[in-house]
């Protein structure tokens, strides 16, 4: 049996951690749409076998009809499932915290395996280069500020870059399908979703109530 | 470290970790206001939290004001906590921040945890004073903020803003309204605008002792505002101040000569925090000397400058070639600590300085 998790560290992003040896640091991220997820806590399974930078599509528990392959288990409270065992799958209710079956494809995955990730994001942006916050996703050192060369970013993120963007930055080495290692520095910014007026509206409704509960109208 | 001051004593503590500052006052008999928040790098907790609860101080009796001087993400990380704890406490900000606007742009983005905390923090608090039924209470130019009359032998004590100014706060309200999201536009973290339009300057006194203590006020070429309007105010509190925390880090754009010719008195007792960001590092040199023509009394909590993080060689290598520079954000931290007898005089001001605080005099410059 093969399992991988999908641990989520904010309410649009998660990030999927295999748990076999073999496959140890791998890690994918994709994105969720935040309409479905929102305020909610969830969990997510996908078998460890997914390609690497693969697309990511997810459907809610129960809630939105699966389409085709997605299906979920609402029992199970554990991050970890077996995913040959589909009996509890596609309960009606929904979870305190959902848990997705990702629905996996067989190929052989080049694997990455990073000695540092960090998650960026933009404060300053200059002629050559960009100033942003480094925060290491394991914790494992202090928060960094760098100014990062604009030549190494991909042309298709370069357009990407704006203060307040996001992004990911991996050190560490690729173990390609045959076998072979090599040296990697990875830098992908994150392809953000947009403001929706419900959400706008929402915040707005919020603000009205705190004003309200601090006698300001 | 841990001995809490006197009843009779004033004390001023300033926590400065390198990016952020926290300054405590001890006004006597156990009462506490906290001004701003920072984060202490090993422990991860609220310095001004941490700091009271080391020195037995209960925070929900005795601390009666946070302010937060503006929303920069170096002078509010952990307040939220802060507020938590303090349960009694009122919260003050600036007026600037009083406009559905901004509220309404804090609730948007204080559902998405972002990696600059400044309007996370300011979520948290709003929540807090709403579940505890307090009310802030908004800080602007001349504003009384809280008042001890002194019964029961307490000495009388005052805590006035003299900023942000009624131009700034004007100014403040049009720059946060550019803040707010438009729909179908693409969700970032929020870096907060400079320049910083809306700090609280707050003015101390407890009996005869003033203080002055300078939160991030810029000067302004126009008068209206910053540095020049509170010097220029008849509104102002009489009084001059024998200790003045120095505004933004020491930086030459915070500092008016006519502050410490009409505010202080001749060679006060002054201290300041560090900050570093990018390519600048505050203060400079030339800030230190020119602070150390105007007082012998000079105190920083940290060295200006950063340090790197070690990291292993294949890590090092990339990050070598794929940077102009990095450095650790809080590079250093320390705590700086003036102690004072409310009744003997003339004022002497005990200091004593943690970590890596020093005084102006003994950095290498």
């Not at chain 2, 001087?69 to 600036?94: E, L, M, P, Q, Y």
């Not at chain 2, 500092?255 to 925090?273: G, H």
């Not at chain 2, 809080?330 to 200091?351: C, E, M, Q, V, Y």
Request: proline fraction near 6%.
């Amino acid at each position: 049996m093969q399992l991988a998790r999908f641990k989520q560290y904010d309410q649009e992003r998660i990030r999927i951690a295999s748990d076999n040896i073999y496959l140890n640091d791998f890690e994918e991220e994709g994105e969720v749409a935040p309409s479905l997820y929102m305020d909610r806590k969830w969990k997510v399974i996908t078998n460890p076998n997914v390609t690497s930078y693969g697309q990511v599509s997810f459907q809610e528990c129960g809630f939105i009809a699966p389409q085709g392959e997605a299906s979920v288990d609402s029992k199970i409270n554990s991050t970890y499932i077996d995913i040959d065992d589909k009996s509890n799958l596609l309960q009606k209710e929904i979870p305190e915290s959902p848990i997705v079956w990702y629905p996996f494809k067989y190929q052989r995955a080049t694997l990455f395996t990073s000695f540092i990730k960090w998650r960026g994001v933009v404060l300053k942006i200059y002629k050559d280069c960009f100033l942003c916050r480094l925060v290491d996703q394991d914790g494992n050192s202090p928060d960094e500020e760098a100014e990062i060369l604009l030549s190494e970013i991909s042309d298709e993120d370069l357009q990407l870059i704006d203060i307040g963007a996001v992004f990911y930055w991996s050190i560490g080495y690729q173990t390609n399908p045959s076998g072979s290692r090599t040296r990697s520095s990875i830098i992908r910014f994150r392809r953000l979703p947009v403001w929706r007026s419900e959400e706008l509206s929402e915040a707005q409704k919020k603000a009205e109530k705190t004003l309200i509960a601090f006698g300001i109208t | 470290m841990l001995t809490p001051p006197l009843n009779e004593e004033v004390e001023i503590s300033i926590f400065g970790p390198g990016y952020g500052e926290c300054i405590l006052v001890h006004i006597g008999f156990n009462d506490w206001i906290i001004i701003d928040s920072c984060i202490n790098p090993s422990s991860k907790e609220p310095c001004a939290v941490e700091y009271l609860s080391s020195i037995g101080v209960p925070l929900d009796t005795g601390v009666k004001l946070i302010i937060a001087t503006h929303w920069h993400d170096d002078h509010i990380r952990g307040i939220g906590k802060t507020v938590n704890s303090c349960s009694n406490a009122t919260f003050v900000c600036s007026d600037g921040l009083l406009t559905k606007e901004f509220i309404t742009f804090i609730k948007a983005y204080g559902a998405r945890p972002g990696l600059t905390k400044g309007v996370n923090e300011f979520d948290i608090v709003l929540k807090s004073l709403e579940t505890s039924h307090r009310t802030p209470k908004y800080a602007s130019a001349e504003k009384a903020l809280w008042k001890r009359n002194g019964p029961n032998g307490k000495p009388p004590c005052c805590i006035t803003a003299l900023s942000p100014a009624d131009f700034a706060i004007h100014l403040a309200k049009i720059q946060l309204k550019e803040l707010f999201p438009q729909g179908n536009t693409t969700k970032r973290d929020v870096v907060a605008p400079q320049p910083n339009n809306v700090a609280v300057v707050i003015w101390i006194e407890v009996g005869d002792i003033y203080l002055l203590l300078g939160s991030d006020l810029e000067n302004s070429p126009d008068k209206r505002h910053g540095w020049a309007a509170i010097v220029d105010s008849n509104l102002r509190p009489e009084g001059i101040a024998s200790v003045f925390k120095i505004p933004h880090h020491g930086s030459k754009n915070a500092d008016l000569p006519e502050v410490w010719e009409k505010m202080l008195i001749k060679n006060p007792l002054s201290v300041m925090t560090p900050f570093s960001k990018g390519n600048v590092s505050l203060p400079t040199l030339e800030d230190i000397n020119r602070i150390k023509s105007q007082t012998s009394e000079g105190y920083i909590t940290a060295p200006p400058g950063v340090k790197r993080v070690k990291k292993p060689k294949i890590v090092e290598q990339f990050v070598k070639g794929a940077t102009k520079s990095i450095y650790q954000v809080n590079s250093f931290f320390g705590h700086a600590r003036f102690r004072a007898d409310l009744k003997s005089r003339p004022i002497d001001w005990k200091t004593e300085l943690f970590q890596s605080a020093t005084s102006l005099n003994s950095l290498k410059v």
